[in-house]
């Protein structure tokens, strides 16, 4: 791909370039109308060199201020006709009785004034070398990510081929070794961190306002001492993808909790759509899980031996409870079986009416005590390093628009007739889908679909998202023919796992998906844009989490709203200038800033507590 070859012979760009073409070429770059607003820097390669990028940077900024440049050229070389009309100047007139001249005197006066031509040389000198350090310091990184965008846009618009970034991305199959232990070591090292550059981002990069909010998880002072007592073993199965299994886990570290119960390590759901086999310590580094909550409740890998022969009572708790539910009713079950075991997980606490010190155990649980295992949390941390690309913004997109969700939810907008009945079919042979009959236009027009790859495109050019912005995309495979041609065409740089990744990284992931559901988990938590398009578990997840990580930039569709406005712009009613000026005014409170979250009619329809921790978690400081 063309920009992938740029990237790799730019690095060896010599420094020896005339200062003529030096010059131009940059000022072309400032002067270019492309450069409006915050830029996006771009590293040469993975295989960063910084001699190299600091010597481009120099020999830019050499050109512009260098004395020896046309600027300066008058003062080596003062035409000999001035300088004649000058001496003649300094000779001192005859006088009118004397045919003499005063050679003596003459010769004083051509020392004195060279003396001073010296000093006003150097003096100059001394000015210019002032002002070129000045502009290297004050506009050296301005003028050089000006260059670098304008290179990274002139390769990406050069792209033919809507799939071309899967073969720029597999140049990481190349020469994995080193580039793996390359950004191991920029991590390692604290070369790359997600905050080194935000200071750098403004407009569309820039987080909203968190307000007075803090978080506020720590155990009250007045926190009693975990004695030795137990009311009996808690064995939970975790049931459905990752990040309802997540959820699940808090709700039942919090059962136990209030059931005065010893929790047995969870085991995972099997046989949920991936069929992923992966066990709590394949995601989930499990001695940090228990050392985190060992002031709250009691841990045990598995059942004692004088327990092991004992017949567990099997639950499926009610949805949605309240703590008098498990008190009243599920506590006498623990007593007298000492060992219960609960069928389902899921949405068993409810959102609100719950004791803070409940919620916000639930919260030490979600953003402290579930750390993923280390091969989850180390790829990440590398993932990360490669989209940031020498400090820059990315953007985290979960596009739900796998064939599962849309057989689910009855959606097909610009899908073909075929596409539409292989949906309803899997939507009828799925037992446990209620709804069977959905009429998916009445649906996407009351914003219940997930926006389409093209609609979100569109979203993302309205809101002033330039076409050279990296993009990590969270997601499984786009169902329909061809449906991610515009998203692809409208920005080429959209990564995934498995382009970022290369083969041997990913080898203890393969048939693994709920590890690189939390793969995904990571980045997109570290992303300074996370944009969702349907309101899944992992949506909820993550966006929560960068709720509780001081409000980072989330950014969630009105689609309701934004389907008409893309109706009346396919339609010729609008204007794109209207079209993305009514997209910024629908988004202008909905970037993932702080508000109160509200106890509804029936929890099902409420918000999640998962989704937004506040109140809760997060306080407000006075």
């Not at 990069?205 to 975990?226: A, D, E, F, V």
């Not at 569709?557 to 109706?567: I, Q, Y």
Request: hydrophobic fraction near 30%; include cysteine.
């Amino acid at each position: 791909m063309a920009n992938n070859n740029h990237y790799q012979n730019s690095t060896t760009t010599s420094s020896s370039s005339s200062t003529t073409s030096a010059a131009d070429g940059l000022s072309q770059r400032v002067n270019s109308p492309r450069f409006s607003g915050p830029m996006t820097r771009r590293a040469q390669s993975f295989k960063r060199n910084n001699n190299n990028t600091n010597n481009n940077t120099h020999h830019e900024i050499d050109v512009l201020n260098s004395p020896r440049s046309e600027h300066t050229e008058a003062f080596d070389s003062v035409p000999e006709k001035k300088l004649t009309r000058l001496t003649q100047r300094l000779q001192p007139k005859r006088s009118a009785g004397s045919g003499n001249v005063d050679f003596v005197g003459l010769e004083k006066k051509k020392k004195r004034l060279g003396q001073w031509m010296f000093f006003a040389f150097c003096g100059l000198c001394l000015f210019l070398g002032i002002v070129k350090v000045s502009v290297n310091g004050w506009f050296g990184s301005a003028i050089e990510r000006i260059g670098l965008d304008q290179d990274y846009w002139d390769s990406s618009t050069s792209l033919k081929n809507p799939t071309d970034h899967i073969a720029h991305n597999n140049r990481y199959q190349d020469d994995e070794e080193n580039d793996v232990k390359q950004t191991l070591v920029m991590v390692a090292s604290g070369i790359v961190r997600d905050q080194d550059h935000k200071d750098d981002f403004t407009g569309i990069w820039t987080k909203p306002s968190s307000g007075n909010y803090t978080q506020c998880i720590n155990r009250p002072k007045s926190h009693k001492k975990l004695d030795d007592k137990t009311n009996g073993y808690l064995l939970i199965n975790a049931n459905g993808g990752l990040n309802q299994m997540r959820f699940g886990i808090c709700d039942m570290v919090a059962v136990a909790k209030i059931m005065k119960a010893t929790l047995v390590l969870p085991s995972l759901d099997h046989t949920s759509y991936w069929a992923d086999e992966s066990g709590f310590k394949d995601l989930f580094d499990w001695k940090h899980f228990i050392e985190t909550l060992k002031d709250d409740i009691h841990i045990v890998e598995a059942l004692p031996p004088a327990y092991a022969g004992v017949e567990p009572f099997a639950k499926t708790p009610i949805s949605w409870s309240k703590v008098s539910y498990y008190k009243m009713e599920i506590v006498p079950l623990l007593k007298h079986h000492k060992v219960v075991y609960f069928t389902h997980t899921d949405s068993r606490i409810a959102n609100n009416g719950i004791p803070n010190s409940i919620q916000k155990l639930r919260c030490r649980v979600n953003y402290q005590a579930l750390k993923y295992s280390a091969p989850i949390e180390e790829l990440g941390k590398t993932l990360v390093a490669r989209m940031r690309q020498n400090g820059g913004p990315y953007l985290a997109l979960h596009l739900r628009y796998e064939k599962d969700m849309l057989a689910f939810t009855g959606c097909s907008h610009n899908l073909t007739a075929e596409e539409d009945d292989e949906l309803k079919r899997m939507r009828y042979e799925v037992s446990h889908w209620k709804e069977k009959e959905i009429d998916g236009s009445e649906k996407r027009q009351m914003g219940g679909c997930p926006l389409t790859p093209r609609e979100t495109s569109l979203l993302l050019k309205a809101l002033g998202f330039p076409p050279s912005t990296r993009i990590y995309l969270v997601a499984g495979e786009a169902y329909g023919n061809g449906t991610m041609q515009a998203l692809n065409q409208d920005f080429p740089n959209i990564f995934s796992h498995f382009s970022l990744s290369t083969e041997r990284e990913l080898k203890p992931f393969r048939n693994h998906q709920n590890m690189l559901a939390g793969l995904d988990y990571v980045v997109a938590l570290q992303s300074d844009v996370f944009v969702y398009t349907y309101d899944g578990n992992m949506a909820k997840a993550v966006q929560g989490h960068r709720r509780f990580e001081d409000f980072k930039t989330t950014i969630n569709p009105d689609r309701m709203n934004f389907v008409k406005l893309v109706d009346e712009l396919d339609e010729g009613k609008i204007s794109w200038e209207e079209f993305s000026s009514g997209v910024k005014k629908v988004h202008e409170d909905r970037y993932g800033g702080p508000y109160i979250r509200e106890a509804g009619e029936f929890p099902k329809l409420e918000e999640s507590f998962y989704a937004n921790p506040l109140p809760g978690c997060l306080c407000e400081e006075k």
